[in-house]
C-alpha cells in the first residue's frame, strides 16, 4: 500500500531524512519511534506530500505521490491535482486541527461535500456513524471548544476516516493530550487497527501502544532507520546498540 523508496529530504543545507526504504503491506500497522528531532513526522508529511522530498519516490496503492510520469519524465503534481490525491491518505495531526467555528459533525461532514461530491445527507450519516464509532454520539452539535483533547482528537480520527482514505498517518497524535486522555484516543486507535481493514502509519511515543497493536515497528535516529522487525524483535532484542539506549531511556 505504501512504498518509500530511496526518499531524501533537506531543509536549506540541513539534511533531515536519508535514504529512507520502508513498505507498507495494505491492514498493516506500523509504528514509527525514536527521539526528537530524528524525522518521524517529516517521512508522514513525506507521505502526504505535505512536504516536498528532494530525491526518491514515494507511491500509495501504485500511485506516485507528488509527480506524475509524462515522456519518460517526471512532473511535480500542480496543487489542485495534489490535493485530489491527497484525497486518499488521511491524517491525524498532533494538535487536532478543527474548525472551531464548526461543530463536530459540520467538521466531519466538510470534506466529503467538498472533495468528494456526496450529498449533505449521506455526509451527515456517516458522519453520525463515525461519531458513534469513536464513542461520541451525542456530541455532534458541540463546538471544538465544548470539548476535551481527547474527544478533539476522537473528532479528527473521525474526519479523516470520513474521506475513506486507503492510508491514516498519526502524528503523534497524543502529545498534546493530559495524560488521563490519552488512553482514550489509543483506544479508537487500538480499534482500528485490529479491524485490519485501514493501513496505518503511526508516529508515536506510546511504546506500550506500539507493543500491543503494530505489526512492525520502525526505530528512527537522526534521518536515518536504524530498525525494523516485529515488537517483540525490536522492543525486546534490540539488534542495534543505539536502539537499546534509546529504549533504554525511555523505559527506565
Known sequence: MVQIDKVNKSYGGTQVLFDIDLEVSQGETV???GPSGSGKSTLLRCVNYLEEINSGQIWVDHDLVGYRVAG????????????????????VFQNFNLFPHMTAIDNITLGPILAK?????NARKAAQELLNRVG?????????????????????????????????????????????????VLAVM????????????????EIGFAREVADRVVFMDAGRIVEVGSPSELLDTPKEERTRAFLSAVLA
Not at 73 to 81: C, D, T, W
Not at 117 to 121: E, P, Q
Not at 169 to 175: A, G, I, N, R
Open 31 to 33: 509504528c514509527i519511534i
Open 117 to 121: 461530491r456526496i450529498s449533505k445527507a
Open 72 to 91: 519518460g519524465r517526471l512532473h511535480e503534481l500542480r496543487e489542485n491535482e495534489a490535493c485530489k490525491q491527497r484525497v486518499d491518505i488521511g491524517m
Open 190 to 205: 487500538k480499534d482500528l487497527a485490529q479491524s485490519g481493514s485501514t493501513t496505518m502509519l503511526v508516529v508515536t511515543h
Open 136 to 184: 461520541l454520539g451525542g456530541k455532534e452539535h458541540h463546538y471544538p471548544s465544548q470539548l476535551s483533547g481527547g474527544q478533539q482528537q476522537r473528532v479528527a480520527i473521525a474526519r479523516a476516516l470520513a474521506m475513506e482514505p486507503k492510508v491514516m498517518l498519526f502524528d503523534e497524535p497524543t502529545s498534546a493530550l493530559d495524560p488521563e486522555l490519552v488512553g482514550e
